[in-house]
């Protein structure tokens, strides 16, 4: 099942967000051209960390890569042919800007195949 | 018949081997080998604790003890040490900031736009076709909002110049497209008030107008006179997806050159001089006719006669002969360019600047290699003599390779030095030494790619490339494809790796694998297979490749996975069976020196 109609990295979200935190995330993604889709977490597991929001996105993404971001502020960058437990790149919360932007470039650049 | 035991160490500019042999009678039984760094510069005492290391080491391999040792044999080392310098002969400086060509990845808008640059917060007081300037402080939404509520009051916003990555995200929320250049560092040096353009060319194109001498000529209505002295900014600019170049009135992009000095070599009773800045083919024309050579010396207070000095400096601390009597007998010099950062960019802009690599090498009259023998011996408590000259034992060693016969010719392919050796029908050897091997080949490597470590320049030397092509394949140099079943690590994504024993490490370089790989052969073919025509020549027969049957790879670069072919392609028009040394058959082409010293050792001399 795919979350979105156009090819684009799905950005699996949890609980409230900070707009700042996803607008740098998405931004990010955006600068190298590549689209985001922002889907609200459904699941039954609420309390899912960043990592597994990751790869769920990951899954459900036509490009087979995704960013999650937790209730907590955390955020991880993931591919769908990847182990669970191998996120490509992982946030804590309250990281700056500028690291929330490489998250975003991240994703792109996984789906373009430029190094990370 | 009593068994004797003879460990035969070679000692050389990088490595020193030891070979362990039981020996009765005539018979020889070769039992292990091992390789250590050497330690100090080859043939000084400091030479020993790299030698007793090789000789345990073979010793445990081949499962015998210090006590039974009777004799360790050293080879008498003619002491060549190689110093390197590299000096760039160009230069390119831009004056009053003219103009901007990082080549950011990701520019914004496609097209050329011309105009006046203005401050994005003095946009309400401009008039007429403007190029916004856009410092760190701005927001993407901020910028985009400023510059599309200026166009609503009329003014005619053409182009746009940003301090952050925010190119594309600019443009996404332009109401009209402009071509926007992104990540300019210094962007508070852009000259404001002055007339500029700002080009993008669309993904996988490079920029027409500003790559053309006559596309600037047109854009800032120059006259001829104009118009030449702005070609090398032109030229700077070729190959770009995006360029900005500010018309300021006395700016400039020049490209100079640096007077680096004169070289005088002597030799043949004749002194010539050769300025380095005429380039590698030149210095090694004027080489050639003053075979053999003497000395070498640089002018003074020039960076060749900087060079030149320190190489003598380090002889002379090594073996404590005074700087005026060492003499720099061979040189090697190669063009080569090194990407340095233009002088005056304000976006961090490179440029390849041409180069020229000097190796330098020295011989000096007294070896000290008595003095290792002695501290082996007590080290070890054994007896330890010199068993002969490095050249004849390392021919002596390259004979023992399956399909050889005399006359037969060696290459030791070392780190500081390439040698040959012959040995003719009549018994009689010869040897040379000239400058230049694996260290400069890691040198060039590593200046023409800008890598700032030496071990990533040795990695990409010793190690094929490939492209990490996704999580579970890379793509090897020569095209295979391999699969992974375990995910590789993401710092790997999508670089260009050496594939090294422990796994794919990540070249620091946005050049391609085919540049890489590129830069890597021609520094091979530069320094190995130049030096192989050099050395045989001179001790072929009438210095003529042709009176040579077999040529003996050896040494540590022979192990190379391609410098053995590059040499054998230069070497294929002269008729010359060459290939990678065997010694004994199984050794391949290390141990021939250590192996030799044992055999002349046993046979007595040839």
């Known amino acids: 099942m795919s979350a979105t109609e156009v090819p684009a990295v799905v950005v699996l979200v949890a609980g409230p967000v900070e707009v700042a935190v996803l607008r740098e995330v998405r931004a990010g993604a955006e600068e190298e051209g590549v689209p985001t889709s922002v889907v609200a977490h459904d699941g039954p597991d609420q309390h899912a960390d960043a990592t597994a929001l990751a790869h769920t996105g990951a899954l459900r993404s036509p490009l087979d890569t995704g960013i999650g971001l937790d209730a907590a502020g955390g955020v991880a960058v993931h591919h769908a042919t990847l182990p669970l437990d191998r996120p490509v790149r992982v946030l804590t919360p309250g990281a700056d800007p500028a690291h929330l932007r490489l998250a975003g470039r991240t994703a792109a650049r996984i789906v373009k195949v430029l190094p990370l | 018949m009593t068994e004797r035991l003879v460990v035969g160490v070679d000692i050389g500019n990088s490595t020193t081997e030891a070979c362990v042999a039981a020996v009765s009678g005539e018979s020889v039984d070769y039992l292990g080998t091992a390789l250590t760094h050497t330690t100090g510069v080859k043939g000084t005492p400091h030479n020993t604790d790299g030698a007793v290391a090789a000789v345990r080491r073979a010793l445990r391999r081949a499962g015998r003890s210090e006590a039974e040792v009777e004799t360790v044999l050293l080879n008498e080392a003619t002491p060549v040490i190689s110093g390197l310098a590299m000096e760039t002969i160009s230069e390119t400086v831009i004056t009053e900031s003219t103009m901007i060509g990082h080549n950011p990845t990701t520019p914004g808008g496609v097209g050329l736009g ?336 800008a890598l700032d470590d030496r071990d990533q320049a040795e990695a990409v030397k010793r190690h094929p490339l490939a492209k990490v092509e996704g999580f579970f394949h890379i793509r090897h140099e020569d095209g295979t494809v391999q699969f992974f079943t375990e995910p590789l690590p993401s710092h790997v994504f999508a670089r260009v790796v050496t594939m090294t024993p422990e796994g794919p490490v990540p070249v620091a370089t946005r050049h391609s694998v085919d540049h890489v790989r590129r830069v890597r052969r021609e520094a091979k073919r530069k320094v190995f297979a130049v030096n192989a025509v050099r050395a045989l020549r001179q001790v072929a027969p009438g210095g003529s490749l042709r009176m040579l049957d077999f040529v003996v790879l050896l040494g540590g670069s022979a192990l190379d996975f391609e410098i053995p072919d590059l040499i054998a392609d230069a070497l294929a028009g002269f008729g010359v069976v060459c290939g990678i040394g065997n010694v004994h058959g199984s050794e391949g082409p290390r141990n021939a020196v250590a192996s030799g010293l044992v055999d002349a050792y046993v046979t007595g001399p040839r």
């Open chain 2, 114 to 449: 011309v105009g006046t640059t203005v401050a994005i917060d003095a946009l309400a007081g401009a008039s007429g076709p403007t190029i916004a300037v856009v410092g760190p402080a701005w927001d993407f939404d901020d910028v985009a909002a400023e510059i599309d509520a200026a166009a609503d009051r009329g003014l005619e916003v053409v182009a746009a110049v940003l301090a952050h990555d925010d190119a594309v995200l600019v443009v996404n929320r332009l109401r009209r497209s402009i071509p926007v250049v992104d990540e300019v560092g210094a962007v508070e040096k852009v000259p404001l008030g002055m007339r500029a353009a700002v080009e993008v060319a669309p993904p996988g194109r490079t920029i027409r107008t500003l790559s053309d001498s006559y596309g600037l000529a047109s854009v800032f209505e120059l006259d001829p006179d104009q118009t030449r002295q702005v070609s090398p900014v032109a030229r700077a600019l070729t190959g770009n997806r995006s360029a900005v170049v500010v018309r300021t009135p006395s700016g400039d992009v020049t490209d100079r050159r640096i007077p680096v000095g004169t070289l005088t070599l002597s030799g043949a009773g004749k002194s010539l001089q050769v300025d380095v800045d005429a380039g590698a083919e030149a210095i090694m024309e004027v080489l050639g006719r003053v075979q053999p050579l003497d000395d070498a010396t640089g002018e003074p207070g020039t960076h060749v006669g900087g060079m030149l000095a320190q190489v003598r400096d380090t002889m002379t601390d090594v073996t404590g002969q005074p700087a005026a009597e060492i003499r720099i007998r061979d040189v090697l010099a190669v063009d080569t360019f090194v990407p340095k950062e233009v002088r005056g960019g304000l976006a961090g802009e490179v440029a390849p600047e041409n180069a020229v690599a000097l190796a330098a090498m020295v011989r000096t009259s007294r070896s000290r290699m008595q003095v290792v023998a002695d501290e082996v011996a007590a080290a070890l408590g054994c007896r330890a003599a010199i068993g002969g000259v490095e050249g004849e034992m390392a021919v002596r060693g390259a004979l023992t390779t399956p399909g050889t016969a005399v006359p037969i010719a060696v290459l030791d392919l070392g780190g500081g030095s390439t040698d040959a050796a012959l040995l003719d029908r009549d018994g009689v050897s010869s040897a040379v030494h000239v400058a230049g091997a694996g260290e400069l080949v890691t040198k060039l490597i590593g200046s023409e790619l």
